[in-house]
C-alpha cells in the first residue's frame, strides 16, 4: 500500500528529454514511487523543446526505466502508476511566451512546486526570470540547479545573481550529486557518532588523506563543454573540494544544514593558495593520449571527434594540498581525478600515523599504520586495515594486513542501496538542504581554483601526456613519492 511518506509536491522538469533526465531522474523518481516514497498527488511536468505529445513523452520515460533500471526493479503495475504521473509541455525556455501553460497547470492547485533546471547553466537565469514574469511561482516554490554554476568566480556569481533574484537562498537547492551516496552520509556518522574515529580525528592521529576520482570514460561527445572547463572545474571545483570538506571540517552544533555548511565554508577559506613555486611542485595536469581499456583501443584527447588540436585542457589533475587550521596544521591532502583511468573509482583514504615505537619485524615496519578506505563507488562500503598476526607455527609474530570491513551490499542485503539521486530528490520535496551547496562553498571554492588556473596561465604550464588506461603522468606518482608515500590502489 502506497504511504503518503513525503509531502506531496509539483515538479516541473525543465530539460525532460535529456540525458540527465533520462538516465538518473525519472529512474530515481520510479523508484521512490516504488518505495511508497511519493505523494500519491505528486504530479511530474516534464518542460522541453521537442515537438512531441504527451504519449509520447511518457513512451520515452518508459523506455528509458526500461534501460536503465535492473529488471529486477521493474514492476509493472508501478510503472504504470508512475508514467500516469507525466504530463509534457512544449516550451522554448529562452522566452516567456509559453510560459502561461505552466501557470495554467498549476492553476487550483495548493501544493508546492519545484522546479528542476536539468539544463546549461547559462540558461538558468532566463528560466528563472520568465517563471516569475508569467506568474507562474508562489512564496513556496523551490529551485534545484546542477553543477558545474558557472566556469569562475564572476560566471558563477552572475548566475547565482540571476536565480537569487527570483528565488530566496532557502529555497535554492544546488545538487551535487556525490553528497546523495550512502557512503557520503555514513561518513558523516562514522565521524560524529563514534568516538573510536572522532578522537583520531586529526594532526596528531593522520598523517595523510588521499581522495581519488577516477573516470574510465573519455569526454563522451562533450567536447564543446569539457575543453571550456577541463577537469579541475568539472570535478575538482565541487566533487573533491566537497569531499575533502565532510573529511576535514570540524564537528557541526546539530545536524541542520546551516550548521553543516558553515563547517564547511569554514574548511574552504583554510585551505592554502598555492604560490608560484608550489604550483609546479604540487600540482599536476595530465591529458590522455591513445591507449586501451579493459582490453579496447580508445583514442587520445587531441583525437576525440570535433577535437582542438593544439588544446591544452586537462583531463587529469593531482595536487597536495593542506588545511591550515589547528586540525589539520603539517597533514597533506593528496587528490586526484582523471578520465580514461585504468578504472570507475571513488574513494578516500585516511592513513593514521604509525606507533612511535615499533616492536615487530623490520621488514614489516611499512605495514605498521592502519587505514579507513572509504569507496564511494563503484561498490560502496567502509573498511578499516589493520594488522594482525600472521596465522600458522612457523610464522612466529609476523604480521599480515586485513580488513575490517562494511559494505553496505552484504551488510544490508535485504536493503536497495539507493541511488544518490533518490536521496537528493527525497530531501527536496522534505524541504531540507543540509545535503545541499550553499552559494559561498560555491564562491570560496571557486576562488581557490580561480588562483590556480591563474598560476597555470602565469607559468603557461602544459598538460603532461597519459597513456589511456593509466593512474596518470609519471609527475603525480613522483609527487607523492617525494615525500615517501605512494598512491593506494584498491583493485
Given at each position: 500500500?502506497?504511504?503518503?511518506?513525503?509531502?506531496?509536491?509539483?515538479?516541473?522538469?525543465?530539460?525532460?528529454?535529456?540525458?540527465?533526465?533520462?538516465?538518473?531522474?525519472?529512474?530515481?523518481?520510479?523508484?521512490?514511487?516504488?518505495?511508497?516514497?511519493?505523494?500519491?498527488?505528486?504530479?511530474?511536468?516534464?518542460?522541453?523543446?521537442?515537438?512531441?505529445?504527451?504519449?509520447?513523452?511518457?513512451?520515452?520515460?518508459?523506455?528509458?526505466?526500461?534501460?536503465?533500471?535492473?529488471?529486477?526493479?521493474?514492476?509493472?503495475?508501478?510503472?504504470?502508476?508512475?508514467?500516469?504521473?507525466?504530463?509534457?509541455?512544449?516550451?522554448?525556455?529562452?522566452?516567456?511566451?509559453?510560459?502561461?501553460?505552466?501557470?495554467?497547470?498549476?492553476?487550483?492547485?495548493?501544493?508546492?512546486?519545484?522546479?528542476?533546471?536539468?539544463?546549461?547553466?547559462?540558461?538558468?537565469?532566463?528560466?528563472?526570470?520568465?517563471?516569475?514574469?508569467?506568474?507562474?511561482?508562489?512564496?513556496?516554490?523551490?529551485?534545484?540547479?546542477?553543477?558545474?554554476?558557472?566556469?569562475?568566480?564572476?560566471?558563477?556569481?552572475?548566475?547565482?545573481?540571476?536565480?537569487?533574484?527570483?528565488?530566496?537562498?532557502?529555497?535554492?537547492?544546488?545538487?551535487?550529486?556525490?553528497?546523495?551516496?550512502?557512503?557520503?552520509?555514513?561518513?558523516?556518522?562514522?565521524?560524529?557518532?563514534?568516538?573510536?574515529?572522532?578522537?583520531?580525528?586529526?594532526?596528531?592521529?593522520?598523517?595523510?588523506?588521499?581522495?581519488?576520482?577516477?573516470?574510465?570514460?573519455?569526454?563522451?561527445?562533450?567536447?564543446?563543454?569539457?575543453?571550456?572547463?577541463?577537469?579541475?572545474?568539472?570535478?575538482?571545483?565541487?566533487?573533491?573540494?566537497?569531499?575533502?570538506?565532510?573529511?576535514?571540517?570540524?564537528?557541526?552544533?546539530?545536524?541542520?544544514?546551516?550548521?553543516?555548511?558553515?563547517?564547511?565554508?569554514?574548511?574552504?577559506?583554510?585551505?592554502?593558495?598555492?604560490?608560484?613555486?608550489?604550483?609546479?611542485?604540487?600540482?599536476?595536469?595530465?591529458?590522455y593520449t591513445a591507449g586501451s581499456i579493459d582490453g579496447t583501443s580508445v583514442p587520445g584527447y587531441l583525437d576525440e571527434e570535433g577535437s582542438d588540436t593544439e588544446s591544452r585542457t586537462e583531463t587529469f589533475v593531482a595536487m597536495k594540498t593542506e588545511v591550515a587550521n589547528w586540525r589539520w596544521a603539517g597533514?597533506?591532502?593528496?587528490?586526484?581525478?582523471?578520465?580514461?583511468?585504468?578504472?570507475?573509482?571513488?574513494?578516500?583514504?585516511?592513513?593514521?600515523?604509525?606507533?612511535?615505537?615499533?616492536?615487530?619485524?623490520?621488514?614489516?615496519?611499512?605495514?605498521?599504520?592502519?587505514?579507513?578506505?572509504?569507496?564511494?563507488?563503484?561498490?560502496?562500503?567502509?573498511?578499516?586495515?589493520?594488522?594482525?598476526?600472521?596465522?600458522?607455527?612457523?610464522?612466529?609474530?609476523?604480521?599480515?594486513?586485513?580488513?575490517?570491513?562494511?559494505?553496505?551490499?552484504?551488510?544490508?542485503?535485504?536493503?536497495?542501496?539507493?541511488?544518490?539521486?533518490?536521496?537528493?530528490?527525497?530531501?527536496?520535496?522534505?524541504?531540507?538542504?543540509?545535503?545541499?551547496?550553499?552559494?559561498?562553498?560555491?564562491?570560496?571554492?571557486?576562488?581557490?581554483?580561480?588562483?590556480?588556473?591563474?598560476?597555470?596561465?602565469?607559468?603557461?604550464?602544459?598538460?603532461?601526456?597519459?597513456?589511456?588506461?593509466?593512474?596518470?603522468?609519471?609527475?603525480?606518482?613522483?609527487?607523492?613519492?617525494?615525500?615517501?608515500?605512494?598512491?593506494?590502489?584498491?583493485?
Open positions: 500500500m502506497i504511504q503518503d511518506a513525503t509531502p506531496e509536491i509539483d515538479l516541473a522538469l525543465f530539460g525532460a528529454m535529456g540525458d540527465l533526465a533520462m538516465r538518473k531522474l525519472y529512474p530515481a523518481l520510479y523508484n521512490l514511487d516504488r518505495d511508497g516514497l511519493l505523494a500519491a498527488e505528486t504530479r511530474v511536468l516534464g518542460l522541453a523543446r521537442q515537438e512531441i505529445d504527451g504519449d509520447a513523452f511518457r513512451q520515452r520515460v518508459e523506455e528509458a526505466l526500461d534501460k536503465y533500471l535492473k529488471p529486477g526493479n521493474l514492476d509493472q503495475q508501478c510503472v504504470k502508476r508512475f508514467i500516469a504521473r507525466l504530463e509534457y509541455i512544449q516550451l522554448d525556455f529562452a522566452t516567456v511566451e509559453g510560459y502561461e501553460a505552466i501557470r495554467e497547470w498549476r492553476e487550483g492547485v495548493s501544493r508546492p512546486m519545484t522546479v528542476y533546471l536539468a539544463v546549461p547553466a547559462a540558461i538558468y537565469g532566463d528560466i528563472c526570470g520568465n517563471l516569475e514574469a508569467s506568474e507562474s511561482l508562489d512564496n513556496q516554490s523551490r529551485v534545484v540547479v546542477e553543477k558545474p554554476i558557472g566556469y569562475d568566480l564572476e560566471s558563477s556569481q552572475e548566475i547565482n545573481d540571476a536565480i537569487g533574484a527570483v528565488f530566496p537562498e532557502e529555497r535554492i537547492y544546488r545538487i551535487d550529486h556525490y553528497l546523495g551516496k550512502e557512503t557520503v552520509q555514513n561518513l558523516i556518522a562514522l565521524r560524529f557518532a563514534n568516538p573510536l574515529f572522532g578522537n583520531q580525528w586529526n594532526q596528531n592521529q593522520i598523517s595523510h588523506v588521499e581522495i581519488t576520482v577516477a573516470e574510465q570514460v573519455g569526454i563522451e561527445g562533450r567536447w564543446g563543454y569539457f575543453d571550456k572547463a577541463g577537469q579541475l572545474r568539472d570535478m575538482v571545483q565541487n566533487h573533491l573540494l566537497q569531499l575533502l570538506c565532510l573529511i576535514a571540517m570540524d564537528p557541526p552544533s546539530n545536524l541542520d544544514a546551516d550548521a553543516i555548511r558553515d563547517e564547511k565554508v569554514k574548511v574552504l577559506k583554510a585551505l592554502k593558495p598555492f604560490s608560484r613555486d608550489s604550483i609546479g611542485r604540487d600540482v599536476v595536469r595530465g591529458q597533514v597533506p591532502f593528496y587528490l586526484r581525478t582523471g578520465k580514461r583511468m585504468p578504472d570507475k573509482l571513488s574513494q578516500i583514504i585516511i592513513h593514521f600515523r604509525q606507533q612511535p615505537h615499533y616492536i615487530f619485524d623490520p621488514d614489516q615496519r611499512d605495514l605498521a599504520a592502519n587505514k579507513l578506505i572509504i569507496r564511494l563507488q563503484p561498490e560502496e562500503g567502509i573498511a578499516l586495515q589493520v594488522l594482525t598476526k600472521d596465522g600458522g607455527l612457523d610464522k612466529g609474530m609476523r604480521l599480515r594486513p586485513g580488513p575490517l570491513h562494511l559494505d553496505f551490499n552484504s551488510a544490508f542485503p535485504k536493503s536497495r542501496i539507493p541511488d544518490a539521486y533518490e536521496r537528493l530528490l527525497l530531501e527536496v520535496m522534505k524541504g531540507q538542504q543540509y545535503l545541499f551547496v550553499r552559494r559561498d562553498e560555491i564562491e570560496h571554492a571557486w576562488r581557490w581554483c580561480d588562483k590556480l588556473v591563474a598560476g597555470w596561465a602565469e607559468r603557461d604550464i602544459p598538460p603532461r601526456r597519459y597513456p589511456a588506461g593509466s593512474w596518470g603522468p609519471v609527475a603525480s606518482i613522483a609527487m607523492i613519492t617525494k615525500d615517501g608515500r605512494s598512491w593506494y590502489e584498491d583493485y
